[in-house]
């Protein structure tokens, strides 16, 4: 089953703009995490964040957590041509269960 | 650390065939491994769920008999797609969960996915 849902579907943006993509949840989780997927390629982790946390930052990227309204936002900042990818948000109920992932954001970045 | 393989990468077959795909965590053991799906510009969606030594758990909607998981082993699981039709045309992705220890068990890890072509 799929519970996340991410919004846009699809972004496009100038280079050196910031990007930001959001993934709402149905049911509790014990953490979210957001994967990137160049065109037919495999998924890339970017990012854990869990249920006791708020804010996350690595490098460009910055991912907040809202647990009341269930739902995660991840900003690229300064994106990059590289940048262009397909982004998902992926829920863990918990430690046993599989992740789940949303429908993702297809994420152009044009030079 | 923490690599999942999966073989082959891509592979073409014939309608009426099957194909396995072999998906292999190579620093690590697994004791749950995840088969997931994803059709052309469409998210991930799991297909099963197996544990080493026991027979896998499918999701609502996945036929067992024609998608065939055998978990043989802490590090090998197999997904035979038998009677291969062109709907089954597919980017497969095997994700392993490492075993509990200093890798933790919240963390999955992905293969670089097989993708099947069937003609």
């Known amino acids: 089953s799929q519970q996340g849902e991410e919004d846009p579907q699809a972004l496009s943006i100038q280079e050196g703009e910031n990007a930001t993509m959001n993934c709402s949840y149905k049911t509790s989780i014990n953490n979210l995490q957001w994967y990137r997927q160049n065109s037919g390629r495999g998924l890339v982790h970017l990012i854990l964040i869990r249920s006791n946390e708020r804010e996350k930052h690595s490098g460009r990227l910055r991912v907040t957590l809202d647990t009341s309204k269930k739902s995660s936002s991840l900003l690229i900042t300064a994106s990059r041509a590289a940048d262009t990818a397909s982004y998902f948000c992926a829920t863990k109920n918990s430690g046993n269960t599989p992740l789940v992932f949303g429908k993702g954001t297809r994420l152009s970045v044009i030079a | 650390g923490a690599v999942v393989s999966q073989h082959p990468s891509w592979v073409i077959c014939k309608s009426g065939t099957s194909v396995k795909i072999e998906c292999r965590s190579l620093d690590f053991q697994a004791t749950t491994m995840f088969w997931y799906r994803q059709f052309p510009k469409q998210s991930l969606m799991l297909m099963a769920t197996?544990?080493?030594?026991?027979?896998?758990?499918?999701e609502q909607g996945v036929e067992k008999d024609k998608f065939l998981i055998n978990h043989a082993s802490l590090t090998l699981s197999t997904l035979t797609v038998t009677s291969a039709h062109p709907e089954d045309s597919s980017f497969y992705i095997c994700s392993a969960r490492a075993r509990g220890g200093g890798r933790g068990t919240d963390t999955q890890y992905f293969g670089p996915g097989t993708r099947l072509t069937v003609l």
């Open positions: 197996s544990n080493e030594g026991s027979k896998a758990t499918y």
